[in-house]
């Protein structure tokens, strides 16, 4: 297969190396494309084979001309979130298949241009949720689809961003909606997908509230940050804030972003105290299901951990959740966490049950590895008896209860999703 790179952030580099280092032999870089020349030329450098004559680099005003003179089969697109769209229609137009970074598209116009593209060409764009790939997260699907809990009536499901990853969303293009869709699309995405996938059904209403409680001006006053600086670099109170990005302590992002600062002006270390930020870091939904199911959802970007809590009650007993990524968050430092994986299964009438958690090694708990083999190699992968891999029907429905969720943050109304496409003209249940 010949691929081309979209996007040459830090986020390409999983697709780059796995196929460089483990699928060399199947398939081909043939082109990355960026809209800096910096960061273009560091990933036309490091996807560049030794007695060859390199990779071809191309900015994305070039892009249709990479799709003309290098003839990819595949597409990888790893740009930001608003962009993803227009790569993805292109790609098809042209013949192309896509591999695509969550969330596929951020907003109900995006959405509709992918999904008639894709009604149009016929060609399919798979959107990588690792989490899916996970053998914890896949333990989880096994019990509940076994019916051992019986009928799935109502979830808990809380996400905690401690405050070094946390904060991070709000000093980078995520801290604007017109770029990410906020946290409840570009983050939550992942989560959504979980429970779509976990109950094997679609969200049909959706309530939340949300807003910015932490990441404002008057926590960096309450710190002692007063005077601070639009950005950590040259920030006159940077030795005392635990939030300073310092690009001294990372060689690949200052090579990525501040290098590159003079082609496109994008700021990497911008504060996160800035009035300007239009993103929320504490939000709540509350959504019912096609199934009848209910979930509480929580998301916060401030904790002092890091890690997911999820409770399922089923008509037979409940199944407990819990995973600590991050042990805790002190002046700026984390401590990640070993073995922190559990889940109990409580029966009706039994004592609660601690099952053995499998586990692998790689990245997201040793969900990469497997999920970048069925992407890259699915001959050689066992048949998945999850049905793990989301085309865009699911990448779709992932983003829908954000998307919806944001409406309702908007207006502080429930949000009626099948009302909400119909309103659009976007049929998910006729997509090829």
């Known amino acids: 297969m010949r691929l081309a790179i979209v996007g040459c952030g830090s986020r390409h580099k999983m697709f780059r190396d796995s196929v460089m280092e483990d699928y060399s032999a199947l398939h081909e870089i043939v082109a990355v494309c960026d809209t800096n020349a910096h960061r273009l030329g560091l990933a036309a450098q490091a996807a560049s084979r030794p007695g060859t004559n390199g990779v071809a680099p191309y900015l994305a005003a070039d892009f249709d001309t990479l799709l003309t003179e290098q ?60 989490y899916r790939y996970s053998p914890a997260r896949s333990q989880v699907r096994e019990v509940i689809a076994s019916g051992t809990i019986g009928e799935i009536t109502a979830v808990d499901f809380r996400w905690h961003l401690d ?13 604007q909606k017109q770029y990410s869709g906020g946290l409840l699309v570009h983050k939550s995405t992942h989560h959504f997908d979980l429970l779509n996938w976990w109950l094997d059904s679609t969200p049909e209403q959706v309530f939340a509230t949300g807003s910015r409680k932490f990441y404002r001006p008057e926590t960096a006053v309450a710190l002692g940050l007063s005077g601070h600086g639009p950005r950590c670099a040259g920030c006159p109170v940077a030795d005392r804030c635990d939030f300073e990005l310092d690009y001294s302590e990372h060689d690949e992002l200052r090579r990525l972003y501040r290098e590159a ?86 029966l009706a009438g039994k004592p609660p049950q601690m099952l053995d958690v499998p586990s692998s090694s790689g990245d997201h708990g040793g969900a990469d590895p497997v999920m970048l083999g069925y992407i890259f190699n699915p001959e050689g992968m066992e048949a998945d008896p999850h049905n793990r891999a989301s085309d865009h029907v699911g990448g ?3 983003i829908l209860t954000g998307i919806a969720a944001n409406m309702s943050i908007d207006t502080g109304s429930a949000v009626d999703i099948p009302t909400l496409l119909r309103s659009r003209g976007i049929d998910l249940t006729a997509a090829a």
């Open 71 to 130: 003839k990819p089969d595949t597409i990888v697109v790893t740009t930001p979130d608003f962009m993803h769209s227009d790569y993805i229609v292109r790609a098809f137009e042209a013949g192309c298949d896509v591999i695509c970074e969550k969330p596929m598209t951020i907003d109900l116009e995006r959405l509709k241009q992918i999904v008639d593209a894709q009604h149009r060409t016929g060609r399919k764009v798979t959107v990588t949720f690792n």
């Open 396 to 398: 779709a429905w992932s």
């Open 163 to 175: 405050r070094v990853h946390g904060a991070d969303y709000f000093r980078r293009w995520h801290r």
């Open 261 to 346: 600062e003079n082609d496109d002006g994008y700021i990497r270390d911008q504060c996160v105290f800035a009035e300007e930020i239009g993103i929320e870091d504490t939000m709540q939904a509350h959504i019912r299901y096609a199934s009848g199911a209910t979930a509480n959802y929580t998301l916060t970007a401030y904790s002092p951990w890091e890690g997911l809590e999820i409770r399922f009650q089923g008509t037979k007993g409940e199944l407990v959740h819990r995973n600590v990524e991050v042990h805790g968050v002190f002046g700026g430092k984390r401590s990640h966490a070993e073995d922190a994986v559990t889940t109990e299964l409580h």
